[in-house]
């Protein structure tokens, strides 16, 4: 299974950013998708989740300003793109966005990451 990450950027506190991870691959063997992030100097944070049938969790740090959504391939599993929308951005959001899967063998994939900077 690969990951790659693409959206991140630079916003201004209170704007809206969507973050998007394309997943290929043997997706059969994902059983759900999320999202974490690292702050510098901090641990990485887990931010939401999403089952291949929608179910959907998100931290309570970031309710109600942030969702996960995924577009999931309908036959062979060949593609996933999962989209965290981030909305409401405060400065202490700023962070490397990772995507990850999670096999129903538990073995974690991961992305490369995505840069978020929220600043004026």
């Known amino acids: 299974v690969t990951l790659v990450e693409s959206g991140g950027g630079l916003v201004v506190p209170g704007g809206s950013l969507r973050v998007s991870c394309s997943a290929s691959?043997?997706?059969?063997?994902?059983?759900?998708w999320g999202w974490y992030r690292q702050a510098p100097g901090k641990e990485r944070e887990i931010v939401a989740t999403?089952?291949?049938?929608?179910?959907?969790?998100?931290?309570?740090?970031v309710q109600g300003r942030f969702f996960i959504s995924g577009e999931f391939a309908k036959s062979n599993f060949t593609k996933t793109t999962v989209f965290l929308q981030m909305n409401t951005l405060k400065p202490e959001d700023t962070a490397v966005y990772f995507c990850?899967?999670?096999?129903?063998?538990?073995?974690?994939?991961w992305g490369q990451g995505t840069q978020v900077t929220v600043s004026s």
């Open positions: 990850y899967a999670r096999s129903w063998g538990d073995f974690d994939y």
């Open positions: 691959g043997m997706l059969g063997d994902v059983r759900y």
């Open positions: 999403i089952s291949r049938d929608g179910f959907a969790k998100v931290n309570d740090s």
